[in-house]
Each structure stands twice: as structure tokens, then as C-alpha cells.
């Protein structure tokens, strides 16, 4: 199977697991685990950021950053089809008590838009607006780069309305991998940033949120109040640290690999495909009205041996990633390529 359905889906290598297995380790919630200590204190510094926090997962990190930059009732602005929105299981409204104004389109949007989706606080019908969110890159938008002109508008924006900012930057690293620019230029402009170690990076398990030292004080809390602070957590932060020194500079074959698959399905009779959003790891793509349907597609290809994901009732995701080499990718665009001939 050439399984191109996530990032998400790669194995630990022999040598990642190495590294985990001898990792020095601690109790965490001590303060005491020697290897989450040297992971955060190596990502606040490449985020340029006072502190940093270890956290289960991504969707955690999200959690803990509404929990810590919002009050219940407020409204938080984000762009269209955010993983926060979309991915994460109702958690905002449940653990946060928010709710979101989505603006912009594909993903991406302006300080005009901030501007004009903003409520103050003291209005006595509107929720308050106390947070701007962006993602980047945007997954369901096709791993977008968000244009880092643009966040710095909608950030200085938010400041002047005093709203807290927060990234989330799952896939930080393949912005940063796609674009040359520095992971600390891409997270500056933000109150908080969270990065995942489970994506591009290859390993098991892990997020990291990082910013200044009062925000990840009560990160720190809420961590533990949603049931994610944890003990030896060294042997999972062990991986993150290999990763950061062995999977970094590989993303950008991915997104060649990516390209490369993109290329060849553009032009495919009932694929409709803007090459424009293929910056990164990921293909989002249309299924034309002639074609079958997002799931019966996806379950098409597995028959032939190349797994995707249904994103929606005619949308298919296609991601690359440690675990997939260039010829993977050839013979998974020549799959497509035949089941299209037969729409
Ligand atoms: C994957 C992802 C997350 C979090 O994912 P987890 O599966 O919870 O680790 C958050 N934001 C974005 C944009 C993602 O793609």
C-alpha cells in the first residue's frame, strides 16, 4: 500500500527508537525530565520564544492555547475550515466555552477582515472577540502558506484591538522548509505557537506550545487540567529531539514529492486542481461532477493499492511524507491517472 492518507502515518525509525530508548528521563511534572526539558528549551529558542511546553498532541495544544488566551463567551476569529473548527471534535465550545467567527477564503485572510469580523467588549449584545487564530501551513486549504505580510497586518491589528494572537503551526516546519524563512520569523509575530513533532518531523507522539513565560505558566495548568500533564515523558521527547536533528532538512523532498504527484494528475479528465495551493506536503483536490464521489474514489484507489483521505463529499487530500519515496509517488499519480480514464 502506498499510504498517502496523512503525515500522521509514518513509523518510528529503528534509529528514532534508539534514541527513545536510552533517553534520560524524569518526572515531568517535577520540572525533572532532563530530555522534555532540553526539547523545550531547544524549540522556545528556535520559535523565539521565553518558554516552551511538551503536550500530548496537536489538537491538545490548540486546547490549551483557547484555554489560556480566551474567557467563556468570547469569540474567536479564524480562517475558513480551521482544523480548530473542523477537527477537533467540538472541543472549543466544550473545554473553552467560545465560539468562532470563520473569515477569509481557502484558509487564509486579512487585517480587513479582522477588522470587520472584530466585537468589542463592552458592546452589550455582541460576544467579545478575544483572539485571532491562524494556521500554517492550512491543511484543509491544501498546506497553504499563510503570506507572512499578511499575518504581520492581522497581528499588528489584533494588538491595536487588544487581541491575543496565537499559530497554530502544526506543519510550521513545512512553511518554513517552503518558504527559507526562519521558524522564529514565522512565530514572532504571535502571543502563542504550537508545533507538531507527529507530522512532517516522523515521530510517534507530540506537540510543542511555546511563548512567553506567564502564557505557558497557565499552559502548564491547563495541561493538567485536561488530563495531559505526564511523568518519564523524556522517552517521547527523545524522539522529537532526533527528529529535529535527522527529518528537518528532508521536508522539503516531500514537497517535491508532492509537486511531483500534483503535476502529473493536473491535467486528468474530473480532477480539478489549483497547483497554485501546492506549496508544501500536501494535494487538495476536486472531484469534477462527472466524477464518483470523495469516497468512492478514495475506495477505488485502495483497491489499486494507494490509500487517500475523503475531506469531503467531493474533495480528496493526498499527503506526502517520511515514509513515501519518489517512485511511490509516480506509481500513485499513474493509479489515478487510470481510474480517471474511466469517468
Ligand atoms: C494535525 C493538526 C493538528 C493536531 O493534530 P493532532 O492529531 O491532535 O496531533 C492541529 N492543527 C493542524 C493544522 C493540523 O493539521
Same mark, same amino acid.
Given at each position: 500500500?502506498?499510504?498517502?492518507?496523512?503525515?500522521?502515518?509514518?513509523?518510528?525509525?529503528?534509529?528514532?527508537?534508539?534514541?527513545?530508548?536510552?533517553?534520560?528521563?524524569?518526572?515531568?511534572?517535577?520540572?525533572?525530565?532532563?530530555?522534555?526539558?532540553?526539547?523545550?528549551?531547544? =524549540? $522556545? !529558542?528556535? #520559535?523565539?520564544?521565553? +518558554?516552551?511546553?511538551?503536550? @500530548?498532541?496537536? &489538537?491538545?495544544?490548540?486546547?490549551?492555547? *483557547?484555554?489560556?488566551?480566551?474567557?467563556?463567551?468570547?469569540?474567536?476569529?479564524?480562517?475558513?475550515?480551521?482544523?480548530?473548527?473542523?477537527?477537533?471534535?467540538?472541543?472549543?465550545?466544550?473545554?473553552?466555552?467560545?465560539?468562532?467567527?470563520?473569515?477569509?477564503?481557502?484558509?487564509?485572510?486579512?487585517?480587513?477582515?479582522?477588522?470587520?469580523?472584530?466585537?468589542?467588549?463592552?458592546?452589550?449584545?455582541?460576544?467579545?472577540?478575544?483572539?485571532?487564530?491562524?494556521?500554517?501551513?492550512?491543511?484543509?486549504?491544501?498546506?497553504?502558506?499563510?503570506?507572512?505580510?499578511?499575518?504581520?497586518?492581522?497581528?499588528?491589528?489584533?494588538?491595536?484591538?487588544? =487581541? $491575543? !494572537?496565537? #499559530?497554530?503551526?502544526? +506543519?510550521?516546519?513545512?512553511? @518554513?522548509?517552503? &518558504?527559507?524563512?526562519?521558524?522564529?520569523? *514565522?512565530?514572532?509575530?504571535?502571543?502563542?505557537?504550537?508545533?507538531?513533532?507527529?507530522?512532517?518531523?516522523?515521530?510517534?507522539?507530540?506537540?510543542?506550545?511555546?511563548?512567553?513565560?506567564?502564557?505557558?505558566a497557565r499552559a502548564i495548568r491547563a495541561r493538567r487540567m485536561?488530563?495531559?500533564?505526564?511523568?518519564?515523558?523524556?522517552?517521547?521527547?527523545?524522539?522529537?529531539?532526533?527528529?529535529?536533528?535527522?527529518?528537518?532538512?528532508?521536508?522539503?523532498?516531500?514537497?517535491?514529492?508532492?509537486?511531483?504527484?500534483?503535476?502529473?494528475?493536473?491535467?486528468?479528465?474530473?480532477?480539478?486542481?489549483?497547483?497554485?495551493?501546492?506549496?508544501?506536503?500536501?494535494?487538495?483536490?476536486? #472531484?469534477?461532477?462527472?466524477?464518483?464521489?470523495?469516497?468512492?474514489?478514495?475506495?477505488?484507489?485502495?483497491?489499486?493499492?494507494?490509500?487517500?483521505?475523503?475531506?469531503?463529499?467531493?474533495?480528496?487530500?493526498?499527503?506526502?511524507?517520511?515514509?513515501?519515496?519518489?517512485?511511490?509517488?509516480?506509481?500513485?499519480?499513474?493509479?489515478?491517472?487510470?481510474?480517471?480514464?474511466?469517468?
Amino acid at each position: 500500500m502506498i499510504d498517502l492518507r496523512s503525515d500522521t502515518v509514518t513509523m518510528p525509525s529503528e534509529s528514532m527508537r534508539m534514541a527513545m530508548a536510552r533517553a534520560r528521563v524524569g518526572d515531568d511534572q517535577y520540572g525533572e525530565d532532563p530530555t522534555v526539558n532540553e526539547l523545550q528549551a531547544r =524549540l $522556545a !529558542t528556535e #520559535l523565539g520564544k521565553e +518558554r516552551a511546553l511538551f503536550v @500530548a498532541s496537536g &489538537t491538545m495544544a490548540n486546547q490549551i492555547a *483557547l484555554k489560556v488566551l480566551t474567557t467563556p463567551g468570547d469569540e474567536v476569529i479564524v480562517g475558513h475550515e480551521a482544523h480548530v473548527v473542523w477537527h477537533e471534535a467540538g472541543a472549543a465550545s466544550a473545554n473553552s466555552g467560545v465560539q468562532f467567527s470563520v473569515v477569509g477564503r481557502g484558509g487564509t485572510f486579512t487585517a480587513a477582515d479582522v477588522e470587520q469580523a472584530f466585537k468589542p467588549r463592552d458592546h452589550i449584545v455582541f460576544p467579545a472577540t478575544a483572539l485571532v487564530a491562524i494556521e500554517n501551513t492550512h491543511n484543509r486549504g491544501g498546506g497553504i502558506v499563510f503570506p507572512q505580510n499578511a499575518i504581520c497586518e492581522i497581528c499588528a491589528k489584533a494588538g491595536s484591538l487588544q =487581541l $491575543a !494572537t496565537y #499559530l497554530d503551526g502544526a +506543519r510550521l516546519f513545512n512553511a @518554513a522548509a517552503a &518558504t527559507g524563512v526562519s521558524l522564529a520569523t *514565522l512565530a514572532g509575530p504571535f502571543d502563542l505557537v504550537s508545533v507538531a513533532l507527529s507530522k512532517g518531523l516522523g515521530c510517534p507522539v507530540g506537540s510543542v506550545l511555546a511563548g512567553r513565560s506567564d502564557h505557558i505558566a497557565r499552559a502548564i495548568r491547563a495541561r493538567r487540567m485536561f488530563g495531559g500533564a505526564l511523568r518519564q515523558a523524556g522517552i517521547l521527547a527523545a524522539a522529537g529531539l532526533y527528529a529535529l536533528d535527522h527529518n528537518l532538512g528532508r521536508l522539503s523532498e516531500d514537497h517535491a514529492n508532492a509537486r511531483l504527484i500534483a503535476e502529473r494528475i493536473v491535467g486528468l479528465r474530473g480532477i480539478e486542481l489549483d497547483l497554485a495551493t501546492v506549496q508544501t506536503n500536501i494535494i487538495v483536490f476536486r #472531484l469534477a461532477a462527472q466524477a464518483p464521489s470523495a469516497a468512492d474514489f478514495v475506495a477505488q484507489a485502495k483497491r489499486r493499492g494507494v490509500l487517500l483521505s475523503a475531506f469531503g463529499l467531493r474533495i480528496v487530500r493526498a499527503v506526502t511524507h517520511l515514509d513515501i519515496i519518489t517512485e511511490q509517488c509516480m506509481r500513485a499519480a499513474e493509479v489515478l491517472s487510470e481510474l480517471t480514464s474511466t469517468f
